[in-house]
């Protein structure tokens, strides 16, 4: 059975800060590995993909992959408050697996 | 935009009662995954579709059944309605060429009165 775990948070972040977003996964031959971000009542949308370890940049988020770790994590430079939302982070394969999210919140 | 619509996105039900959510998914994209999420919570696997066949369910009881249809559309039944059904469904299509990623629809908001 794999399971995703985050911290729920709130995690709470002055605006131009870096939030960092923590996922740890038990599944080991995981391949694919995803961020999702979700506003209050709205569905998710996939803002990150990464594959393999190390790091990938698209624009002010960067994804971290360590599989020797089990660990993914999401980094957003100069946070915006329009970045408040819960980012799910997802363990891709047959089917998708959910963490539980962890909410961020941006402070003007 | 995903280019994922579902229906309703509002609905109230009584327990006992029955209820069909619809999906039409991005053209081309062959495997339709639908998904629970309780507030709070991540989204749960209900069951996955690939090409009109069912090919993956989660832990979730018989009474949640689902179609998919030639044209990208599909359905979610779920049966004998519980208060514990009342969550976010949510329909995710899936561009296989794409390892996996998922583009979710607004969602149908289910409350079970």
């Known amino acids: 059975q794999k399971e995703v775990e985050q911290n729920s948070g709130p995690l709470s972040v002055p605006e131009g800060a870096i939030a960092s977003l923590n996922c740890t996964y038990s599944?080991?031959?995981?391949?694919?590995f995803f961020w999702y971000r979700q506003y209050s009542g709205k569905s998710p949308e996939l803002i990150m993909s990464?594959?393999?370890?190390g790091d990938k940049e698209d624009g002010r988020f960067t994804a971290q992959l360590n599989k020797a770790s089990q660990y993914v994590s999401l980094l957003i430079r100069d946070s915006q408050p329009s970045d408040s939302a819960t980012y799910l982070c997802?363990?891709?394969?047959?089917?998708?697996?959910f963490g539980a999210g962890t909410r961020l919140f941006v402070k003007a | 935009e995903t280019g994922v619509t579902q229906s309703p996105t509002h609905l109230i039900k009584t327990r006992g009662q029955q209820v069909t959510l619809r999906c039409s998914s991005q053209?081309?994209?062959?495997?339709v995954s639908w998904y629970q999420q309780a507030l709070g919570q991540g989204p749960q696997f209900i069951f996955q579709y690939y090409r009109e066949e069912e090919n993956g369910r989660g832990n979730f009881p018989p009474r949640f059944s689902g179609l998919q249809f030639p044209n990208y559309s599909s359905e979610l039944n779920v049966n004998a309605l519980e208060l514990d059904d009342s969550a976010l469904y949510l329909c995710a299509s899936i561009d296989d060429r794409r390892t996996g990623e998922l583009f979710f629809g607004e969602g149908s908001r289910l409350t079970v009165l």
């Open positions: 990464i594959y393999s370890n």
């Open positions: 997802a363990l891709g394969g047959f089917k998708t697996i």
């Open positions: 599944d080991r031959v995981s391949q694919s």
């Open positions: 053209s081309g994209h062959n495997t």
